[in-house]
């Protein structure tokens, strides 16, 4: 078996004494592009900071090919970074900058040119050898803080959410561009986001993280359709998933708060009828104007995109769900609509969400 | 529109004409008597230091420098001329070939032979305008017998102190300022209020130990002793950490991920970029040093050789207590260095103090 | 050699040497990087604590020079300060020095009466005449140098031509070293110099005019024009009356109020109108800075009475001055001039730093709070207390605090312009200890140590006193 390009093993981190990281586990195989993705201060960005060796974890180890990293300067781990702020030298041009790095490793003269011209070459960034970073437009110094990090030939890139300093626009841009650089450069990418849509988009694998715990790992897709627990369903996903809550009988039975009554195909038994909650992504439901339907919502608000229609509507008990069609139909605000749901499409989550019920004849996309 | 409108109007645009009101009046007023304050001194020390000695023992209020012409008379040898008006109105150079009486006994610079009696009153002095350059020439090149101000040994070590002096405080203050914003470590808060406890240490109270300690040291009467002490200062190291606060933690961790020692990233990233405080305290230590005046008092009195600019001016002016032309002029050049430098960079230092926020 | 010279060799060795070869064996230099070389050597102790204690010992190493040079030239000698305040003898080998107890502090305490120095000992005479002196010139220094510091930043922050100039300027003094301002101040104040010249000048020109036939016309009518302007100018705005030019129209009823010298029908001397006159101007300013609504009415009433005092007197004999006679500023005894001169002196020298102090609070006062205050119509005056001073106050603090320091320490400017006379006028604390230890054939340091033990304390006392005054605005 060869070895992780990664691998974390309980990984624990306070500061004083408040804790961060409550024990990480987590391998990461060559060439992967992983994203670590979580709301605010989750830990993710720590998590980062410890691979790289800018902090050091409490307690736990961290494997490199094998090789336990705990106590090797960050300097000297074969890793490069891409910082929030880029953190460019302000008093460099973009060449100094570039080979601050690998002067400081006594590289000879010939091949630090050699791939200082590389990463310009592959990064569109010749021109910009001369220039100091506060010249440069926001993508420009985006560009110019990957290339720092690809003069390294690193064996893992770190990346600290790099684009959430650029408009929408130039993410868009970047975030394709980041895409290729992975596919062109086969390296191991390790990428940090708070942005659920970076993450699906980018990753070969996603790990969520929350206060300092994985919650799931795994592909996209795999967990946009299979969330193990109520945070990371909601967390993937826009517009968000909705949750209604209600009551799951030991037959299959949902009697659901709003009204909603329907039978479901459990793939376990319940000892007794739980409490438990409905994930409806928003796209599963299906909308008739006539009021025809399994239930009727009120319509609050609307928004027409052309190619999607978001529709806000609220059930009768106070509770709200949002609707997405793939098609333009005429609407008006107050109005009573039809919703038909799809049972092979439902999440499950027991009680509060901390877990998902299984559910057989899920029709997964 | 007015004529006052018309005359007082700053501005182009008569629509967005802004005019000068009373509160400008004062204000130019107030800064107008200021400058004058602080220059007409300055300026007249200036002008009377290229008097001749004469027309200072004299204090001669006169702007220029006038002095009295002197001719070479043949037979008479270095007389000063006056000028001679008759009854007439002709005017004639002569000099006086006798004591200054009612009448008194002159001759015409071109017939010393032929004397004669004028009165006082009609003799006016025959005078110039001549740039006295012996007030400067002779102590600063030893003529004239003016050989106690030895003004380029003077020069060099104020020079040698301020530079090296300066030098210092700025490596030394910016490796504590950078270990006190940089690093979180055991004692940070012990050493920031310890220095802060030095802030609030006024000098003058710890001289009579300073020159017990400096003595131990060996370092009494040389210019060490006046360069050691001060070089740590309190305000430098607050000034730099204050500023290097505000560089990006980021930027030392992406120096660090780039393999550079922890020197070579405060060589490298953290001084050019603290340039801006740097220039500031650098600026600050010049005046400090270059102007030191109690302390190198007490530590350089001794040795003569050792004296700075400063001491020498004080002991130059104590001895020549009557000359005032050479204390003028002396006083003229040890403040030339300092005002050149402020004129060069007076916007920069400013600007710079006031941006630093010497707080 | 002494022993600092064979130390500062051996490590020097030490750093050159070690350093050298522990930075070529770790790393390779080509030709080009010697300046690379360089400064890795001058970081050789830093590089050196990295690599033994990892980035943990590298604070530490930083640190190293700063605090030691802080710990043997600072902290030493306030300690030592303590241990030679006890010990007499002239022995500067601290061995040497004889164990007196408090014999030293008791000398300066001997006195017959502690409210007149002349009674105490030499020691005491000494110690507390500097320090009455030093109180005295504290307490008039301090408000004289921050009031004229905040007052010039104020002009200068506004938006002027040249602001830069002005700037420049103002500063242009702190530059001059204490000697250079001495000489140049003692030859402007010297009794034929420059300034007396002025005085007799300008009193010999005032007097030939106003011996001019019509003058007496000429001047009280200009003077009544001048006057009708300026509160005709206050007046005129439709609100409230203008400050600035209510400011110009005090300042002319000043004027003519103390050569009107209404008091003296009442029998009093000159001068006592001069202050009844400052503060009914200074009263009108209030008046009309805070907008009170009778403030318009007492402008008109002052215009009034100025009217009456300018008919009474119409200039008559008001310029004609005794014969002046020339000041010896810095020596007369017994006149204040020499103390009036110090304060000059060193306001003169040292308000440009403060002043760029206070011009960076100033300028970090957002200007949107003034934008904000205009479109309330808040008034100048008011802007100036509800938004300027509360906001520079943290500096203002500092800036008090520091001149406070600094002026407790004045001594250049004294030695060297009145040498501390005339008589004991202007000797300053300082002074005392400076001429206690370094000057005599004996010098009694222990004396002067113990001088500058008490000095710390009164220093100490005096500053947290001002921070406790104005905690609330320092924030500290």
Redesign the interface.
């Given at each position: 078996m060869t070895a992780h390009a990664l691998e974390l093993k309980h990984i624990r981190k306070s500061w004083g004494a408040v804790q961060v990281i409550h024990g990480i586990d987590l391998q990461i195989e060559e060439g992967e592009f992983v994203v670590f993705v979580g709301p605010s201060g989750c830990g993710k960005s720590t998590l980062l900071r410890l691979i790289a060796g800018l902090d050091d974890p409490s307690s736990g180890d961290i494997l490199l090919q094998d090789r336990r990293v705990n106590s090797v300067p960050a300097s000297e781990r074969g890793l490069s970074m891409v910082f929030q702020s880029y953190a460019l030298y302000p008093h460099m041009t973009v060449r100094q900058n570039l080979s601050f790095g690998l002067e400081n490793l006594r590289m000879a003269k010939e091949e630090i040119d050699r791939r200082v011209d590389d990463a310009a070459t592959l990064l569109q960034i010749e021109m910009l050898l001369a220039r100091r970073p506060g010249q440069l437009s926001g993508g420009q110094r985006q560009r110019v803080a990957i290339g720092r990090a690809i003069v390294r030939e690193p064996q893992i890139f770190l990346f600290d959410e790099p684009l959430s300093n650029l408009d929408a626009e130039l993410r868009l841009q970047m975030r394709v561009e980041i895409a290729n650089l992975h596919a062109q450069l086969g390296n191991t990418m390790i990428y940090v986001t708070h942005d659920q849509v970076e993450a699906m988009t980018m990753a070969n694998r996603i790990v969520v993280l929350r206060a300092g715990k994985i919650e799931q790992v795994g592909k996209p897709l795999e967990l946009y359709n299979r969330p193990c627990n109520k945070f990371v369903a909601g967390f993937l996903g826009a517009p968000q998933m909705n949750f209604l809550s209600g009551n799951l009988a030991p037959d299959g039975t949902l009697t659901m708060d709003c009204g909603l009554k329907m039978p479901v195909r459990l793939g376990e038994t319940l000892s007794a009828a739980e409490k438990c909650t409905l994930g409806l992504r928003p796209e599963t439901i299906g909308v008739s104007l006539e009021g025809a339907g399994d239930m009727t919502v009120k319509v609050q608000n609307f928004e027409q995109l052309g190619a999607v229609t978001y529709i806000y509507t609220v059930f009768a008990n106070g509770e709200t769900l949002t609707v997405q069609l793939a098609q333009q139909i005429p609407l008006r605000r107050g109005q009573d609509i039809g919703v038909t749901f799809d049972p092979t499409r439902f999440h499950i989550f027991a009680g509060e969400g901390e877990r998902a019920l299984l559910l057989h004849g899920r029709a997964d996309a | 529109m007015g004529l006052a409108t018309f005359l007082t109007r700053t501005k182009g645009n008569p629509d967005k004409a802004d005019r000068i009101g009373a509160a400008d009046l004062l204000a130019y007023g107030y800064l107008a008597l200021g400058v004058l304050l602080i220059l007409v001194p300055v300026l007249w020390t200036f002008l009377s230091s290229v008097k001749n000695e004469r027309a200072v023992s004299s204090f001669d209020t006169r702007l220029l420098p006038m002095s009295q012409v002197e001719r070479l008379i043949e037979g008479e040898g270095l007389k000063t001329t006056w000028i001679y008006t008759d009854a007439a109105g002709n005017t004639q150079e002569v000099f006086k070939a006798g004591p200054t009486r009612v009448e008194t006994d002159v001759a015409a610079i071109d017939d010393p032979a032929n004397v004669f009696k004028v009165p006082r009153t009609q003799l006016e002095p025959n005078e110039e305008i001549r740039i006295a350059t012996e007030n400067y020439l002779d102590p600063i090149l030893g003529r004239n017998g003016q050989t106690n101000f030895t003004f380029f040994t003077y020069l060099f070590n104020s020079v040698f102190v301020t530079v090296v002096a300066t030098l210092i405080t700025l490596l030394i203050n910016a490796m504590a300022a950078f270990a006190l914003s940089k690093y979180q470590f055991r004692g940070r808060l012990t050493f920031t209020i310890l220095i802060v406890a030095t802030l609030l240490i006024p000098s003058s109270i710890i001289l009579v130990s300073l020159f017990f300690v400096v003595w131990s040291f060996g370092i009494f009467g040389s210019l060490w002793g006046v360069i050691i002490p001060a070089a740590a200062t309190p305000t430098g190291v607050f000034l730099l950490r204050q500023y290097m606060l505000t560089i990006p933690d980021e930027l030392l961790e992406a120096a660090r991920m780039d393999a550079a020692s922890e020197w070579r990233i405060f060589w490298r990233i953290v001084l050019p970029l603290s340039l801006p405080a740097l220039s500031v305290l650098a600026i600050l230590s010049v005046i400090w040093r270059w102007n030191d005046f109690l302390w190198p008092l007490i530590v350089l009195i001794s040795d003569p050789s050792a004296h700075t600019l400063q001491i020498g001016l004080t002991t130059f002016s104590g001895e020549f207590d009557s000359q005032f032309h050479y204390i003028l002029a002396m006083t003229v050049v040890s403040l030339i260095p300092i005002t050149l430098v402020f004129v060069w960079l007076q916007r920069f230092i400013t600007t710079g103090i006031a941006t630093t926020g010497l707080k | 050699m002494?022993?600092?010279?064979l130390a500062s060799l051996i490590i020097g060795i030490l750093w050159l040497g070690g350093g050298t070869l522990w930075l070529l064996t770790r790393?390779?230099y080509?030709l080009a990087q010697i300046p690379n070389f360089a400064?890795?050597l001058l970081?050789f102790p830093?590089?050196l604590a990295?690599s033994l204690f990892g980035?943990?010992g590298?604070?530490?190493a930083?640190?190293l020079?700063?605090?030691l040079?802080?710990g043997?030239?600072?902290?030493?000698?306030?300690i030592?300060?303590f241990?030679?305040s006890f010990t007499g003898g002239s022995s500067?080998s601290?061995f040497d020095r004889p164990w007196v107890g408090g014999a030293n502090y008791s000398a300066i305490f001997q006195c017959e009466s502690y409210f007149d120095p002349r009674t105490c000992s030499n020691e005491g005479f000494s110690f507390w005449r500097g320090m009455a002196n030093t109180l005295m010139f504290v307490a008039i220094q301090v408000p004289v140098l921050c009031a004229a510091a905040l007052?010039?930043a104020l002009?200068?922050n506004?938006n002027?031509v040249g602001r830069?100039f002005?700037?420049?300027?103002?500063?242009?003094?702190?530059?001059?070293?204490?000697?250079?301002i001495a000489?140049?101040?003692n030859?402007?104040l010297?009794r034929?110099?420059?300034l007396n010249?002025t005085l007799g000048d300008a009193t010999g020109v005032m007097t030939a005019l106003s011996g001019m036939a019509g003058f007496d016309m000429v001047a009280t009518i200009l003077f009544a024009i001048l006057l009708f302007v300026a509160s005709e100018?206050t007046l005129r705005a439709a609100a409230d009356p203008?400050?600035?030019?209510a400011?110009?129209f005090a300042l002319l009823f000043v004027a003519v109020f103390t050569w009107a010298s209404p008091l003296r029908m009442v029998g009093f001397q000159a001068l006592p109108s001069l202050w009844l006159g400052l503060a009914l101007g200074a009263g009108l300013v209030w008046l009309v800075s805070t907008a009170h609504p009778a403030a318009r009415w007492v402008v008109m009433g002052f215009t009034a009475v100025a009217m009456a005092l300018l008919l009474t007197i119409q200039f008559d004999a008001v310029f004609s001055f005794e014969r002046f006679r020339p000041v010896n500023w810095l020596v007369t005894p017994n006149t204040g001039w020499p103390f009036f001169w110090l304060i000059f002196v060193f306001t003169?020298s040292h308000m440009g730093f403060y002043m760029?102090?206070l011009?960076?609070?100033l300028?970090?006062i957002p200007s949107d709070l003034y934008e904000a205050a205009k479109m309330d119509a808040t008034k100048?005056a008011r802007a100036f207390y509800r938004i300027t001073l509360p906001l520079v106050m943290p500096?203002l603090v500092?800036v008090l605090v520091l001149s406070l320091?600094r002026s407790?320490?004045i001594?250049?400017e004294v030695w060297?312009l009145t040498g501390g006379g005339p008589g004991r006028e202007t000797f300053m604390i300082?002074q005392h200890?400076?001429e206690t230890?370094?000057t005599g054939d004996r010098p009694a340091?222990g004396s002067?140590?113990a001088g500058?033990?008490l000095?710390?304390v009164v220093?100490a006392v005096f500053?947290f006193f001002q921070l406790f005054i104005t905690r609330r605005q320092s924030g500290l």
């Open positions: - | - | 002494s022993i600092a010279g790393r390779r080509r400064m890795d970081g830093v590089e990295q980035r943990s590298v604070p530490y930083l640190l020079p700063n605090m040079i802080f043997f030239f600072t902290f030493a000698p306030m030592l300060n241990y030679v500067i601290l007052a010039t002009v200068v506004k002027l830069g002005w700037r420049a300027m103002f500063f242009y003094p702190v530059m001059l070293s204490p000697v250079v000489n140049i101040w030859w402007v010297h034929k110099g420059i010249e100018r203008s400050l600035a030019w400011g110009l003169w760029l102090i011009l960076a609070g300028q970090a100048p500096t500092v320091i407790f320490q001594f250049d060297l300082v200890i400076y230890a370094f340091y002067a140590a500058s033990v000095m710390a220093i500053t």
